[in-house]
Each structure stands twice: as C-alpha cells, then as structure tokens.
C-alpha cells in the first residue's frame, strides 16, 4: 500500500494542557490532505533520524488540516523535546500517512477510557459515537487536571465523560469493566491497559499503545525468508530481526519504531506461520497470520515468504 507522504506546514502551535502542544499542519500550497477516520495517525519526521507517530484528532471532514497533540517526555527520545523547543510556527515537517490499527467498530454502546495523551486519539471516537446515536462514557484520567489535554472541549458530553485526576480521585476505578457489554475502547500508558486488559472480557477490548508490551517470547532461531516480489531469499540469524535482514540484503521497506509498536513495517505473508511479538495486531489477526512486523516478529518454523 502507498502512503501519502508530503511536507507540512505547521500552521498553529498551541498549549493544550502543562506539557501538551497541540499542533495543526496543513498543505503550504492549500491542497486537501487525505481523508482519516477516528483512531488514525500519522508518522512525523521531524529531523533525520528522528521520527515519532502522533495520533490524529480534530474533525476528520476537514480536509484542510491534521492536528496533532504532543506530551513533552524529558526522558523520551528527543522527538518531544524537538517538537516543544525548536518546531515553530511556519516550519516544514515530512508526514507519511495516516494508517488506522485502532479503528472505531460499529456498536451500540462503547465505554471509552484514557491515561494522558491517549485521549488523543479517543476524541475523534466521542464524535463519532455521538453522531451515530450510540450509547457511550469516558473514564479519562491524568496526573493532575492540569495536566490533562482537552478537559473544555470534553464538557460539552456533560456527565458522559469522568475526569480522575490522580491526585485527586487515585488510580481509575475499573470495577466496572468486569461486568462490561459494551465495546473498549483504551489509549495511554502501559500499566493502564495492563489492568484494563485484565479485567474487560474477551473480544470487547481494542487499545493502542505507545510503548511495546512486556510478552514471554520463545528462544529465537535462525530461519530463512523468501521475498516473493524481489526474487531472492535471506537468512535471518537469531540475533537479526527480519526488518534488518531485509535491509541489508537491499530491500527497502518502510519502518519507523522498530518496537513493534507504530504499524508501519506490516508485511503480508504467502506462507509461513509468524512468531508474533508486537503490541499492534489484535488477537484475531495474529491467529490469522496474515501480515506481521517484520521489525520484531519472526518465524514459528525454518521459513517464511513475505510480499516484498
């Protein structure tokens, strides 16, 4: 699949909360950008060598603009630190996007939950929820009030949506959850959806994360790989991902995070059972064993072929 990819202009720069910029790029000649629904996002190169994904949210009918919200992590990367201290208004940023491993399923009802910045992504879900007439709530929850993006914008929904800052109400109540029959959905830091996902039932649960999550993973073994398109095979040593096999054979392919976590080097397979070890595919894709991230997943078996 081809990615759009351009250079955007950041047109507005803004505080959404202590420590989130809210960005909003747009096309430097006007042009419309491509359509994205609730759940999406985008990959943001902001320097060489440094590139983040962000999380779309605003209104995806406006065609003119993509908004972005990014939380300063001191002890992050450096892309956060980038975006808050040297990304200016006017300035061009290389995007490639969106793509969706997060999307908004039709349902009746929905239960909404976010730790922090994941109520990103979850604010184009309300929206959506809202127009389609479901039934839905948010349990939305952050450091402190202050700290937690888009509180005003979230008034509008009256008692729908609880905001739990920590220091004032404590860790989120999730009680509710094991008796829930409603879709989950769930954005924000690890040992949120941890304990999300241990008390919401089987097949209603959909997350997102920034992080990779913590999985047992067997020894990892030599095997080779067949790409069908380039016509050659590589080996993958045990201490190789398949992402830098590829490469250094003179494939190129597309990846970002390296971590499993972002989506962008999902590569169908034609044969082969993967070893899955991302944080990204749901329980149904795995099983179906249809695509995997070649940047940490690797092979139950001797060999694979891959569609590059």
Known sequence: MTLYEADLVVEQREFAADGVLALALRH?????????????????????????QYSLYGDPADSGVWRIAVLREPDGGGGSSYVHEELSKGDKVRVR????????????????????????????????????????????????????AFTRELRRYGD??????????????????????????????????????????????????????????GPDGEFEVELSRSARTVTVPAEVSVLDAVRAAGVEVLYSCTEGT??????????????????VLSDQEREAGETMLICVSRCRGKRLVLDL
């Open 97 to 148: 996007g969106p793509r969706n491993h997060f999307a908004l399923q039709d349902a009746p009802r929905y239960r909404f939950i976010a730790g922090g910045i994941g109520i990103t992504p979850i604010l184009p879900m309300l929206a959506a929820a809202e127009a389609a007439g479901a039934e839905w709530t948010l349990l939305y929850g952050g450091r402190t009030r202050n700290s937690m």
């Open 160 to 217: 729908r949506v609880t905001i739990a800052p920590q220091d004032e109400t404590g860790l989120l109540d999730l009680a509710p959850l094991d008796a829930q029959d409603a879709l989950v959905y769930c954005c924000g830091p690890g040992p949120l959806l941890d304990a999300v996902e241990e008390r919401c039932p089987a097949g209603l649960l959909h997350v997102e994360r920034f992080q990779p999550k913590v999985q047992e993973t």
């Open 262 to 279: 972002c989506g962008t080097c999902e590569t169908d397979v034609l044969e082969g059972t993967p070893d899955h070890r991302d944080s």
């Open 28 to 52: 430097p000649l006007g042009e419309e950008l491509p359509a994205w629904e609730p759940g999406a996002h985008i990959d943001v190169a902001l320097r060489p060598g440094l590139e983040r």
